[in-house]
């Protein structure tokens, strides 16, 4: 059974904003701006302040798994050496990069002039990624290491791993001088990261903490999508706009009782990375009256603002803090908090081929929270864009199965 | 295969088996000495441990490799197809008390598992000492090459905490000196193989270094000390007939079902960049410094290593070097299943290969070793090079 859900507006206006965005992307060169190749989680702003373009390559991934075109880009990484064991967002955007102009993405993302990679989440592909991509373009890579603090960690360690990010941040800043043969702009830097903040908060209470209502006036399909201009805008004055505007509109949901699926009865949780299939998930649960209202990635992809008054400190601390970089047992407490503030009934645990850094949280800390909190859980295997690692009518058939589960539940 | 010179080689015979029985019986020897000496031991996971500060403790620092039995417990914690064979195969120990008698386990950070691993094992253990070495990811920065040296003073502050007992300076120069002692000898030891290739067989060679990862380096040292002294009297037939490899990779554990393969084919290495091979001993550490800063200079000026993030181009530079300046006829590239940081720089090296013109096999290997399918290919690339 199909079942349409309610969009959000803003995802019309999204998209207008990202034409216009990549419209600037491509006219880089005519506009003399440029472009910089960064991860997730590094500190953007530190480059928007100094007119840096920004472009997210595990975004370009997943906008080429949307696509269709990413199995394809996967095995042309594949062709030359690239194992696929390796996670599916790098062998695609490797593959896209190894095709150069000929590249099937959708968006071709214009060549880097540098590209910056922060290490959040222990992943050491990431950095291994940006270097193979920045060997293929010959471009100069900067990493930013933001250790991983683990279970042991003191309150020392938390310490000697901020001052060391700090460094490191303020060893990028002399490097960008150079680089663009400027002084820093460390008022722009200051407007940037008061932009990037206010969009933060604004998403943090119009999406994130709207989805705690019941029933939800979003899902995670909604959480995803509207991440895209946090990671893209949020060092502009348009990003608040939006997710003011987003707020709105969400909260007028709620004060309507409209929820994001119909007659909402299960409310889920998605811990797991964005996926190439979550839109399809989304409407699949729908069809069980069961909502996705929230899950551990958008958490993690976050970063929240602090004191702009000595941005370099504010930047480390948000690294540092991030859930990411946490430990087996903060994951755990993680997923239990959130399990229990939004009211969650299952937990759909897709293992993500070749993302180590997610997946092998995912057995301890299910076993963990269904231990700590009764809610059930549901794990299978796939993979963020390589279709030939998923396998539709079997996830099908297990969350079909899942639902009964928790039906059976319900009634006892 | 041991090669067999008739009637000279029932000395060395002796050693060798001396090495080979402390590989096979892995950890029930340890057990023994433990009880024995009253010593505390100390499991430390692959790769990148400065096993010398564990050492300067008293304590015996050993190489957790893997084991050969069965994986049922560890399964439940990682996913087979996440983790590698080593980590799964060292949490299967840790989890079915195969590991219990260990003092402490240190781990190093250098693969996207090896932290949880940590942190899951902490779950499941009661180890006085449980470290994480939260090693930079780059070492091209000040403020990363500073941050080795205060990972290896956090190590040994951890190490002190456990013991109640300040490690002097002494005590680790002096470690540092037995350490550095056992990497010349096995540095001898390559360098005879190189020079007379076909003396020892690689599987022979793969044991000695195991053997040393698992006990005490005093003891190694003298064993292997003996074995030089035997092996330097040997004559060896030399001859060109055999093709002559470089072996490269095998992160973490041992390859030997690749080894013996190549042994049986009757090829011949000249020298290895393997784990448990030249990658374990190459780098001294220099003697006449702080220790703790000489152990940090080591771990940065070490070979390349896809676990510091250089550049792979180094790594890359350094295995094709290695094969032309032998002389070698090619090179075999053993990717452990699932280990990302060799397979994230393997790409890099292969076209640095093959733009040399240099003969390449890559042969990926998982817990039950190598296929049967990939045993014939290894067979073929010898043939191959043989009629070159
Ligand atoms: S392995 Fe996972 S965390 Fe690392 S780059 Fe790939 S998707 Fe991101
Ligand atoms: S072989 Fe690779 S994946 Fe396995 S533990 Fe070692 S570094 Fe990690």
Request: charged letters at 25%; one cysteine or more; hydrophobic letters at 40%.
């Given at each position: 059974?199909?079942?349409?859900?309610?969009?959000?507006?803003?995802?019309?206006?999204?998209?207008?904003?990202?034409?216009?965005?990549?419209?600037?992307?491509?006219?880089?060169?005519?506009?003399?701006?440029?472009?910089?190749?960064?991860?997730?989680?590094?500190?953007?702003?530190?480059?928007?302040?100094?007119?840096?373009?920004?472009?997210?390559?595990?975004?370009?991934?997943?906008?080429?798994?949307?696509?269709?075109?990413?199995?394809?880009?996967?095995?042309?990484?594949?062709?030359?050496?690239?194992?696929?064991?390796?996670?599916?967002?790098?062998?695609?955007?490797?593959?896209?990069?190894?095709?150069?102009?000929?590249?099937?993405?959708?968006?071709?993302?214009?060549?880097?002039?540098?590209?910056?990679?922060?290490?959040?989440?222990?992943?050491?592909?990431?950095?291994?990624?940006?270097?193979?991509?920045?060997?293929?373009?010959?471009?100069?890579?900067?990493?930013?290491?933001?250790?991983?603090?683990?279970?042991?960690?003191?309150?020392?360690?938390?310490?000697?791993?901020?001052?060391?990010?700090?460094?490191?941040?303020?060893?990028?800043?002399?490097?960008?001088?150079?680089?663009?043969?400027?002084?820093?702009?460390?008022?722009?830097?200051?407007?940037?990261?008061?932009?990037?903040?206010?969009?933060?908060?604004?998403?943090?209470?119009?999406?994130?903490?709207?989805?705690?209502?019941?029933?939800?006036?979003?899902?995670?399909?909604?959480?995803?999508?509207?991440?895209?201009?946090?990671?893209?805008?949020?060092?502009?004055?348009?990003?608040?706009?939006?997710?003011?505007?987003?707020?709105?509109?969400?909260?007028?949901?709620?004060?309507?009782?409209?929820?994001?699926?119909?007659?909402?009865?299960?409310?889920?949780?998605?811990?797991?990375?964005?996926?190439?299939?979550?839109?399809?998930?989304?409407?699949?649960?729908?069809?069980?009256?069961?909502?996705?209202?929230?899950?551990?990635?958008?958490?993690?992809?976050?970063?929240?603002?602090?004191?702009?008054?000595?941005?370099?400190?504010?930047?480390?601390?948000?690294?540092?803090?991030?859930?990411?970089?946490?430990?087996?047992?903060?994951?755990?407490?993680?997923?239990?908090?959130?399990?229990?503030?939004?009211?969650?009934?299952?937990?759909?645990?897709?293992?993500?081929?070749?993302?180590?850094?997610?997946?092998?949280?995912?057995?301890?800390?299910?076993?963990?929270?269904?231990?700590?909190?009764?809610?059930?859980?549901?794990?299978?295997?796939?993979?963020?864009?390589?279709?030939?690692?998923?396998?539709?009518?079997?996830?099908?058939?297990?969350?079909?199965?899942?639902?009964?589960?928790?039906?059976?539940?319900?009634?006892? | 295969?041991?090669?067999?010179?008739?009637?000279?080689?029932?000395?060395?015979?002796?050693?060798?088996?001396?090495?080979?029985?402390?590989?096979?019986?892995?950890?029930?020897?340890?057990?023994?000495?433990?009880?024995?000496?009253?010593?505390?031991?100390?499991?430390?996971?692959?790769?990148?441990?400065?096993?010398?500060?564990?050492?300067?403790?008293?304590?015996?620092?050993?190489?957790?490799?893997?084991?050969?039995?069965?994986?049922?417990?560890?399964?439940?914690s990682l996913q087979p197809t996440i983790a590698c064979n080593i980590l799964l195969?060292?949490?299967?120990?840790?989890?079915?008390?195969?590991?219990?008698?260990?003092?402490?386990?240190?781990?190093?950070?250098?693969?996207?598992?090896?932290?949880?691993?940590?942190?899951?094992?902490?779950?499941?253990?009661?180890?006085?000492?449980?470290?994480?070495?939260?090693?930079?990811?780059?070492?091209?920065?000040?403020?990363?090459?500073?941050?080795?040296?205060?990972?290896?003073?956090?190590?040994?502050?951890?190490?002190?905490?456990?013991?109640?007992?300040?490690?002097?300076?002494?005590?680790?120069?002096?470690?540092?000196?037995?350490?550095?002692?056992?990497?010349?000898?096995?540095?001898?030891?390559?360098?005879?193989?190189?020079?007379?290739?076909?003396?020892?067989?690689?599987?022979?060679?793969?044991?000695?270094?195991?053997?040393?990862?698992?006990?005490?380096?005093?003891?190694?040292?003298?064993?292997?000390?003996?074995?030089?002294?035997?092996?330097?009297?040997?004559?060896?037939?030399?001859?060109?007939?055999?093709?002559?490899?470089?072996?490269?990779?095998?992160?973490?554990?041992?390859?030997?079902?690749?080894?013996?393969?190549?042994?049986?084919?009757?090829?011949?290495?000249?020298?290895?960049?393997?784990?448990?091979?030249?990658?374990?001993?190459?780098?001294?550490?220099?003697?006449?410094?702080?220790?703790?800063?000489?152990l940090a200079q080591r771990y940065v000026d070490d070979i390349p290593s896809p676990?510091?993030?250089?550049?792979?181009?180094?790594?890359?530079?350094?295995?094709?070097?290695?094969?032309?300046?032998?002389?070698?006829?090619?090179?075999?590239?053993?990717?452990?299943?699932?280990?990302?940081?060799?397979?994230?720089?393997?790409?890099?090296?292969?076209?640095?290969?093959?733009?040399?013109?240099?003969?390449?096999?890559?042969?990926?290997?998982?817990?039950?070793?190598?296929s049967e399918q990939d045993k014939t290919r290894i067979q073929a690339f010898i043939?191959?090079?043989?009629?070159?």
């Open positions: 059974m199909e079942i349409k859900l309610p969009r959000l507006k803003a995802q019309t206006i999204q998209r207008q904003l990202f034409i216009d965005y990549w419209q600037e992307l491509h006219n880089a060169k005519e506009s003399e701006k440029k472009v910089a190749w960064v991860s997730g989680m590094s500190p953007s702003e530190l480059l928007s302040a100094m007119d840096f373009l920004i472009i997210y390559p595990m975004n370009h991934s997943a906008t080429c798994g949307a696509a269709g075109v990413a199995t394809v880009l996967c095995e042309i990484s594949e062709q030359n050496g690239y194992s696929p064991d390796l996670c599916g967002y790098q062998r695609c955007d490797i593959g896209s990069a190894l095709m150069g102009e000929q590249t099937l993405s959708p968006v071709r993302p214009p060549r880097p002039d540098l590209m910056l990679v922060t290490s959040n989440q222990q992943c050491h592909q990431i950095f291994k990624w940006f270097e193979n991509i920045s060997r293929i373009y010959d471009v100069p890579l900067i990493m930013v290491d933001v250790p991983f603090l683990d279970d042991t960690a003191t309150k020392d360690d938390e310490l000697s791993a901020l001052k060391y990010v700090k460094e490191q941040l303020q060893e990028f800043i002399y490097f960008l001088e150079g680089f663009t043969k400027r002084r820093y702009n460390y008022d722009r830097l200051q407007e940037c990261m008061a932009y990037a903040s206010a969009a933060y908060d604004l998403w943090y209470e119009g999406l994130f903490n709207a989805a705690k209502n019941i029933p939800s006036p979003i899902s995670t399909f909604d959480l995803f999508i509207h991440l895209g201009p946090m990671l893209y805008l949020r060092s502009r004055p348009e990003a608040v706009d939006y997710y003011r505007n987003l707020k709105d509109e969400v909260l007028e949901r709620v004060a309507n009782g409209q929820g994001a699926v119909p007659d909402e009865k299960f409310r889920l949780f998605l811990n797991g990375m964005n996926w190439m299939k979550i839109p399809s998930l989304a409407k699949l649960c729908a069809s069980y009256n069961a909502c996705m209202v929230t899950g551990i990635y958008p958490l993690l992809f976050t970063l929240k603002g602090g004191d702009i008054s000595r941005p370099v400190e504010t930047m480390a601390k948000s690294a540092i803090n991030s859930l990411l970089n946490r430990g087996l047992q903060t994951r755990i407490n993680a997923v239990e908090n959130l399990v229990r503030d939004f009211a969650i009934d299952g937990i759909i645990a897709p293992t993500i081929r070749g993302c180590k850094p997610i997946s092998s949280f995912q057995l301890e800390t299910m076993r963990e929270v269904e231990r700590l909190t009764g809610v059930p859980n549901l794990e299978f295997e796939t993979c963020m864009v390589d279709t030939r690692y998923h396998s539709d009518a079997q996830v099908e058939v297990r969350i079909q199965a899942f639902m009964e589960l928790l039906e059976n539940r319900v009634k006892k | 295969m041991h090669l067999i010179v008739p009637g000279e080689k029932l000395f060395m015979e002796e050693t060798l088996k001396r090495f080979i029985a402390a590989k096979q019986s892995l950890y029930d020897n340890l057990k023994q000495w433990k009880k024995a000496s009253g010593k505390k031991i100390v499991g430390c996971h692959p790769m990148d441990i400065p096993e010398e500060i564990v050492h300067a403790a008293g304590m015996l620092p050993i190489t957790l490799m893997g084991f050969d039995g069965a994986i049922t417990h560890a399964t439940r195969e060292n949490l299967e120990m840790c989890l079915n008390g195969t590991l219990d008698f260990l003092d402490g386990v240190i781990f190093a950070d250098v693969c996207d598992t090896i932290p949880i691993l940590s942190d899951i094992w902490l779950r499941h253990s009661h180890h006085v000492l449980h470290h994480l070495m939260v090693m930079p990811k780059h070492l091209n920065s000040p403020s990363s090459r500073r941050r080795v040296s205060e990972q290896f003073l956090r190590l040994k502050a951890a190490i002190e905490k456990q013991n109640n007992k300040k490690i002097s300076d002494r005590a680790l120069k002096h470690s540092i000196g037995v350490y550095n002692q056992n990497r010349r000898l096995l540095k001898r030891l390559y360098d005879l193989r190189l020079c007379k290739p076909g003396l020892l067989s690689a599987s022979d060679v793969s044991a000695v270094v195991t053997a040393g990862m698992l006990m005490r380096k005093e003891d190694h040292n003298q064993l292997v000390e003996q074995l030089l002294l035997e092996l330097e009297n040997l004559p060896v037939p030399t001859s060109d007939m055999h093709v002559k490899l470089i072996v490269s990779g095998s992160l973490c554990g041992h390859c030997d079902s690749v080894l013996s393969v190549i042994d049986a084919q009757g090829a011949y290495i000249l020298e290895d960049d393997l784990y448990i091979g030249s990658r374990y001993f190459t780098s001294l550490t220099n003697e006449d410094i702080d220790p703790i800063e000489a676990t510091k993030f250089f550049d792979a181009n180094a790594w890359a530079n350094y295995i094709s070097n290695m094969v032309i300046r032998d002389k070698a006829d090619g090179i075999i590239i053993v990717m452990r299943k699932l280990c990302e940081i060799h397979a994230d720089d393997f790409p890099c090296i292969q076209n640095k290969l093959n733009n040399g013109g240099i003969p390449c096999l890559m042969i990926e290997i998982e817990r039950a070793g190598v043939d191959m090079l043989g009629v070159q």
